[in-house]
């Protein structure tokens, strides 16, 4: 079943930490995204890709990198992690179309620095 | 700058009734238009859009209409359910330029539906 998965969905993790969190696609998807999201407040994108070898940064400034190797596989790593970071990152995919843009999200990953 | 706003943090409506959810936007190049729904610890799922060349969408019982010139959008859910009781985004994108493909978000509206 065609799908976006994100590992893992629950992170805690202690100040100066390195993290990685997986987002991988199986829908064939072009473009991808990564999302900020505090509770109460609008989604605010950091990070795009429109193909392999291809990444952006997005509206919000993130201290976080992405990569994007593989069509199906966009990892957002954070180099050391501080509770400033501590927020909801959530990943989306979509077709690379011009009509419109519906973006497929994954459940996301709630990481908490300590 | 919020380019996209829901100033309706939450909505109460009663099982059956109407529920009107509501969004404005400021950036004229934006030409189409979503709306998320999200379940706490979940991430959002599509539930209709509408391009800028309509005035109404509708799919089922979700309807969402376009007022250009008052660069507002309103969803509706009729009859309302108590499983639709989530938060609410309004996304935008424009399909030119350098905001090609991306979305801005509204800051969300929570609704609870009463049975």
């Known amino acids: 079943e065609a799908d976006i998965y994100q590992t893992p969905r629950y992170l805690v993790i202690g100040t100066g930490k390195k993290i990685t969190l997986e987002c991988s696609q199986t829908?064939?998807?072009?473009?991808m995204y990564w999302y900020q999201q505090d509770p109460g407040m609008e989604l605010h994108l950091i990070h795009y890709?429109?193909?392999?070898?291809?990444?952006e940064k997005g509206d919000l400034s993130s201290e976080s990198t992405v990569s994007r190797i593989r069509t199906e596989h966009f990892p957002l790593t954070l180099e050391s992690a501080r509770p400033s970071h501590t927020s909801q990152y959530l990943c989306?995919?979509?077709?690379?179309?011009?009509?419109?843009?519906?973006?497929?999200f994954g459940p996301g990953t709630r990481l908490t620095v300590l | 700058d919020q380019q996209v706003k829901q100033n309706s943090p939450s909505l109460s409506v009663q099982e059956g009734r109407i529920s009107i959810l509501n969004c404005d936007y400021t950036n004229s190049m934006f030409d189409y238009f979503l709306w998320y729904k999200k379940y706490p610890a979940e991430g959002p799922t599509f539930l209709i859009s509408?391009?800028?060349?309509?005035d109404k969408n509708e799919d089922g019982r979700f309807t969402v209409f376009l007022n250009k010139s008052a660069k507002h959008l309103s969803l509706h859910i009729v009859p309302s359910q108590p499983g639709d009781s989530a938060v609410y985004f309004c996304a935008a994108s424009g399909t030119g330029g350098t905001s090609y493909g991306k979305l801005t978000f509204g800051q969300g509206t929570i609704l609870t539906v009463h049975p």
């Open positions: 829908m064939g998807h072009d473009k």
């Open positions: 890709s429109y193909g392999v070898n291809s990444t």
């Open positions: 509408i391009s800028s060349i309509k």
């Open positions: 989306a995919s979509s077709e690379a179309t011009w009509t419109g843009n519906e973006q497929f």
